[in-house]
């Protein structure tokens, strides 16, 4: 059972656009929401996280927007670039365990 | 780059056999946390130990087992290889044993033949 959904599995802008990618949770427990970058041959790097107490999050061109009653977070990449382009994993957090997204590929054409 | 180092990069094992992977924690960071992650997939969740006790586990079954040791470096130790095993392979630390930032290393590639 996929404790977190992750969409779109694919996603493809242009250079300046707005990249969105969508996650969603069940479990209400979950205290802790952060969005990892992975690189081909790379362990995942932290971008921004989110606790349920609060509903945005920006750091840069990232944001994060929370919903809590919806159960649903999301990360906005504004004014996107090449250099984004990499693989982009949501998870979730309850006690000491570590729910991760299936991801989605971000190709950002110049 | 994190301070989390894992090694070796890459190994190739055949079916049946053991294999032993090693990750050294970022300085400070008493908590370690085990993942696989298959080809096209999100990492799943193996373990976690905090001052060498595990004290969470995901739905893997006994062969994996660890290990952390008392200058917080971790070993993860998986019996009886099987062709599914063959992922990549992730350390992350933290500095605590709540909901912290997780700090991954580059992963140690397993390909079982």
């Known amino acids: 059972q996929q404790q977190v959904k992750q969409s779109p599995q694919s996603l493809i802008v242009q250079k300046g656009g707005i990249s969105i990618i969508n996650c969603a949770y069940e479990?209400?427990?979950?205290?802790?929401f952060p969005w990892y970058q992975q690189f081909p041959g790379k362990g995942p790097a932290l971008l921004i996280a989110?606790?349920?107490?609060?509903s945005e999050k920006k750091e840069g061109r990232f944001t994060i927007s929370f919903n809590k009653s919806a159960k649903q977070f999301s990360l906005h990449i504004m004014d996107s670039q090449p250099g984004d382009s990499a693989t982009y994993f949501c998870?979730?957090?309850?006690?000491?365990?570590?729910?991760f997204g299936t991801g989605t590929s971000l190709t950002v054409i110049p | 780059e994190t301070g989390v180092t894992q090694s070796p990069t890459h190994l190739i094992k055949t079916r049946g056999q053991q294999v032993t992977l090693r990750c050294s924690s970022q300085?400070?960071?008493?908590?370690v946390s085990w993942y696989q992650q298959a080809l096209g997939q999100g990492p799943q969740f193996i373990f976690q130990?905090?001052?060498?006790?595990?004290?969470g586990r995901g739905n893997f079954p006994p062969r994996f087992s660890g290990l952390q040791f008392p200058n917080y470096s971790s070993e993860l130790n998986v019996n009886a290889l099987e062709l599914d095993d063959s992922a990549l392979y992730l350390c992350?630390?933290?500095?605590?044993?709540?909901?912290?930032?997780?700090?991954f290393g580059p992963g140690t590639r397993l390909t079982v033949l």
């Open positions: 989110i606790r349920p107490d609060v």
């Open positions: 130990y905090y001052r060498e006790e595990e004290n």
């Open positions: 479990n209400t427990a979950f205290d802790y």
């Open positions: 300085s400070g960071h008493n908590t």
């Open positions: 998870a979730a957090n309850t006690g000491n365990q570590f729910y």
């Open positions: 992350a630390s933290k500095a605590s044993g709540g909901t912290d930032t997780q700090y």
